[in-house]
């Protein structure tokens, strides 16, 4: 027995310090991995990755720590400390429930699972796939038996990302959303198309740099506590917010939305971490409280704000003096009617505001399926095939363009792609409640104002970090738990108006 420590919360925070440092430090390796390091050093850039995140998590077991949290658990404390004793508490009691051998038995089947989803893809070859997935589908159930659940093995899984949360809450959201986007989409599809042209051609690299450099800036995003580099997936990453909070993006000289839009996504993430209370930082507070939240804050800015009218008609005059002999005699409406044309296609990352929740809500239903044991990894292929033509009415012509598009699966993460939804979910509450606040939302928009977005934002949201649960600072910015009326509402009333089916009145 040790004896009582008499300051647990002193060394407690000293503890939370080291391991967000080494974070901090496993974050700047990832982040140079994929942004600037050589190829040779792949290998070796491994066994510093390893090596790091082996102290970390001798550091996050030792029996001390233990003994500091059941100390502190015990005392007298802030809001504050006792919800840096709980992230300990809970980061902690996952680590040690789950034996390490699993831990390296999953490690390596992630990397596995990766790497033959790299080479079945593009040969369309499930069955060369199937054994990977399967052997991970095992260990995260297995998984889920060591962290526990009362309901299903799903839940366990969900709560890494979206702590709180259950299975049970998830299906609430996702089923009134799933019929109501089909019937939406069903208007759509009714209604005449959206005309696109004003986007074909070619657009320079250069200019369209430059041009969401811009938007950041105007944002409030804060390049002396961060950069924009290129990587070929967009990403946000910190070490040790909200000082230094990073993101990427990638450039399509044919794709005039596609830097653009994951510049502002990126940038809604990084304005959430880089508003973070300092005096969180290097702690486990200083930490989106979930990931959906995460996934709220860059929705919010990417759809809508960065795909609502006001936003354009402020920036669509200096787009065109950007593009002058592309866009120059162009006209902003078409240019906001062509980003938000709806159809449903295969591929969920290229998917439009209307049909992406689709693309998630199939997959959280197949997944959940996989864990619980109700579907076969082999039936996998013919049950996400069904699920597309039931909900977005299209078949997927192979597998590589259907079931085995996403990377998630293949390394592992199972309970993950809610997340995605959450956050629109979530960003169609906060928008809501931040109109209602501001009732001359779009004037100012469309003025050039964003800094009130950011405000608002970093009153009711940013500044909490992890302080409180995702569901209380939701009910405390918008008066309820998460709810998906409001998106559903958002949806009827911006793609009513653009397809011309509304029965209420626009929001422009
Ligand atoms: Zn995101």
């Known amino acids: 027995m040790t004896p009582p420590d008499p300051a647990p919360l002193a060394d407690l925070t000293e503890t939370a310090h080291t391991l967000s440092d080494i ?43 233990g003994d500091l949290l059941l100390a502190a658990e015990d005392a007298p404390l802030s809001d504050t400390d006792r919800a840096l004793v709980r992230e300990l508490r809970r980061e902690r009691d996952r680590a040690v429930k789950v034996p390490p051998a699993l831990v390296r038995e999953l490690a390596e089947a992630q990397a596995r699972g990766v790497e033959t989803w790299r080479r079945a893809r593009p040969a369309n070859d499930f069955a060369a796939f199937a054994p990977a997935l399967e052997h991970l589908v095992r260990l995260n159930r297995q998984i889920a038996e060591h962290v526990g659940y009362t309901d299903t093995p799903y839940d366990a899984l969900l709560d890494e990302y979206e702590p709180g949360m259950t299975a049970r809450d998830v299906t609430a959201l996702f089923e009134p959303l799933r019929d109501e986007t089909i019937a939406v989409l069903r208007r759509i599809q009714a209604s005449p198309p959206v005309d696109t042209s004003i986007l074909d051609g070619e657009w320079d690299e250069a200019r369209q740099w430059d041009f969401g450099l811009r938007v950041l800036r105007d944002m409030g995003y804060d390049f002396d506590a961060g950069r924009q580099d290129r990587s070929t997936h967009p990403f946000t990453t910190s070490f040790g917010p909200p000082f230094d909070v990073r993101i990427t993006t990638r450039v399509e000289p044919r794709l005039l939305t596609s830097a653009l839009f994951s510049s ?4 809604g993430h990084a304005l959430y971490e880089l508003g973070f209370d300092p005096a969180l930082a290097r702690t486990p507070l200083a930490n989106a409280s979930s990931l959906g939240m995460h996934e709220s804050q860059s929705r919010l800015w990417e759809n809508f704000v960065g795909r609502g009218r006001p936003f354009w008609q402020r920036y669509f005059p200096i787009l065109a003096a950007t593009f002058p002999e592309r866009l120059g005699a162009g006209d902003g409406e078409r240019f906001y009617r062509a980003i938000n044309h709806v159809a449903p296609s295969l591929i969920r990352i290229e998917a439009d505001e209307v049909t992406y929740n689709l693309h998630i809500i199939l997959r ?14 082999a039936d996998l292929p013919a049950a996400w095939n069904e699920k597309m033509r039931a909900y977005l009415g299209i078949t997927p012509p192979n597998d590589a363009d259907g079931v085995m598009q996403d990377i998630h699966w293949s390394s592992g993460a199972i309970g993950y792609f809610p997340t995605y939804t959450l956050g629109n979910l979530m960003a169609a509450q906060l928008y809501a409640a931040l109109r209602e606040r501001h009732p001359d939302f779009d004037a100012r928009v469309a003025r050039g104002d964003l800094r009130f977005i950011l405000d608002w934002l970093r009153e009711h949201v940013h500044c909490l970090g992890r302080t409180f649960s995702t569901a209380a600072i939701m009910e405390q910015a918008t008066g309820h738990a998460p709810d998906a009326r409001y998106f559903s509402r958002y949806l009827t009333d911006k793609f009513g108006a653009i397809y011309g089916f509304s029965d209420r009145p626009t929001l422009a």
């Open 364 to 377: 959280y239903e197949l997944e959940r399926a996989l864990i619980e044991g109700d579907l076969a990894v």
């Open 264 to 267: 502002i996504h990126e940038g």
């Open 23 to 65: 974070s901090a430090a496993l974050a700047v390796l990832g982040w140079d991995q994929e942004v600037m390091m050589p190829p040779r050093a792949g290998e070796v850039r491994a066994h510093h990755l390893a090596t790091l995140a082996g102290i970390y998590h001798e550091k996050l077991t030792a029996p001390r720590v």
